[in-house]
């Protein structure tokens, strides 16, 4: 009768799992800079824009094949104001927020990679955001050997407004010749797309 009723026990336990739901995908925003009429940093025929959706379209490719679900605020050259970006980002329920730009400076030898985070209230959100932020940036230095130029406090209306942990990349510099020859290349950029991808994939599973 005991052997009976473990069998019954253990079948009923099988089943259990075979019928439980699977545990939901998480889900991350990508944010394009600029787009449309707001091209953005730009060197003779170099735009910012465009770099910034590529980048982020192959980011997304990198995430999907992780099994993450990738929500993105523009797929296409089109202008989103700021607002409507973060209201995509706030109706999606997404575990992290990442908006991708390219730098430019009057120097022209400013070179490297950096990385935003807000750092006002709520202090949890403000703590999970530099931890993504170093997770982010450590992995983009790792794929690309870029120079890091560090983690940096700002407010920028994307990552002030965004209510779950968000951050700003900025991926080199467009006005440095270095820079901007390499990301001429779709190999380079696939390799800061392959950085950002793992640096968000080892935050959400940390």
């Known amino acids: 009768m005991r052997v009976i009723l473990f069998l019954i026990a253990s079948f009923s336990l099988i089943f259990s799992y075979a019928d439980a739901p699977p545990s939901p995908k998480k889900i991350i925003i990508l944010d394009a800079g600029h787009g449309g009429h707001d ?13 910034a959706l590529l980048t982020t379209l192959l980011t997304k490719k990198s995430l ?3 099994g993450y679900k990738v929500i993105l605020t523009r797929s296409h050259d089109v202008y989103l104001s700021l607002q409507k970006r973060v209201a995509v980002a706030n109706k999606s329920n997404a575990n992290v927020f990442v908006s991708i730009h390219y730098n430019a400076s009057k120097n022209t030898d400013a070179k490297g990679v950096e990385v935003y985070y807000c750092n006002t209230e709520p202090a949890a959100k403000s703590k999970a955001s530099s931890l993504l932020a170093s997770s982010v940036l450590q992995n983009l230095v790792i794929m690309t050997d870029s120079i890091s130029r560090g983690t940096k406090r700002a407010k920028f209306h994307v990552i002030r407004e965004t209510q779950m942990p968000s951050i700003l990349i900025e991926a080199g510099f467009i006005t440095n010749q270095e820079e901007r020859d390499l990301l001429k290349t779709r190999a380079y950029i696939e390799k800061i797309a392959q950085g950002v991808a793992a640096g968000i994939d080892k935050y959400l599973k940390s």
Do not use: I, N, P, T
Request: hydrophobic content about 45%; aromatic content about 0%; charged content about 40%.
């Open 39 to 51: 091209v953005g940093a730009k060197v003779r025929s170099m735009q910012e824009k465009k770099l």
């Open 64 to 66: 999907d094949a992780m």
